[in-house]
C-alpha cells in the first residue's frame, strides 16, 4: 500500500484547510490511517487516527471540536477536515499506516507506511 498526502498550505489564523491521503495498491477499508504532524526542532506527534475498526482516535486534546477526519471509499482517500486553525498547527503533516484496520497509537514508531508530508502553515 502507498499513501499520497495533500492539501497544506499557507492560512490565517482562524481559518480552514482540508488535507487528503490518497491510498493506493489496496482498498482503503483494510486500513486505519493516522494523521501525524511534525514542528520546526519538535518531535512528529500523533493527531488522529480513524479506522474501520477502530473508529476515530484522538491523539492530541488541542484538536478535539476543530479538526474531523472522514472516508471516501470510493476514491480510496482520508480526509483531515482542520477549522479554527491556530498557529500553533503549523507543522508538516503526514499520513500513515500501520498496515491494519486499527489504530497502533500515538507514536509515530508503530506506524511503518507513510505518505510525503504537506506542510500547514498557519499565520497572519
Known amino acids: 500500500v502507498q499513501l499520497q498526502a495533500s492539501g497544506g498550505g499557507l492560512v490565517q489564523p482562524g481559518g480552514s484547510l482540508r488535507l487528503s491521503c490518497v491510498v493506493s495498491?489496496?482498498?482503503?477499508?483494510?486500513?486505519?490511517i493516522g494523521w501525524f504532524r511534525q514542528a520546526p526542532g519538535k518531535e512528529r506527534e500523533g493527531v488522529v487516527c480513524?479506522?474501520?475498526?477502530?473508529?476515530?482516535?484522538y491523539y492530541e486534546d488541542s484538536v478535539k471540536g476543530r479538526f474531523t477526519v472522514s472516508r471516501d471509499y470510493n476514491k480510496n482517500t482520508v480526509y483531515l477536515q482542520m477549522n479554527s486553525l491556530k498557529p500553533e498547527d503549523t507543522a508538516v503533516y503526514h499520513c500513515a499506516t500501520d498496515g491494519t484496520g486499527w489504530c497502533s497509537g500515538y507514536s509515530y514508531r508503530q506506524y511503518n507506511t507513510w505518505g510525503q508530508g504537506t506542510q500547514v502553515t498557519v499565520s497572519s
Open positions: 495498491g489496496d482498498t482503503l477499508d483494510s486500513y486505519a
Open positions: 480513524g479506522g474501520s475498526s477502530s473508529g476515530v482516535v
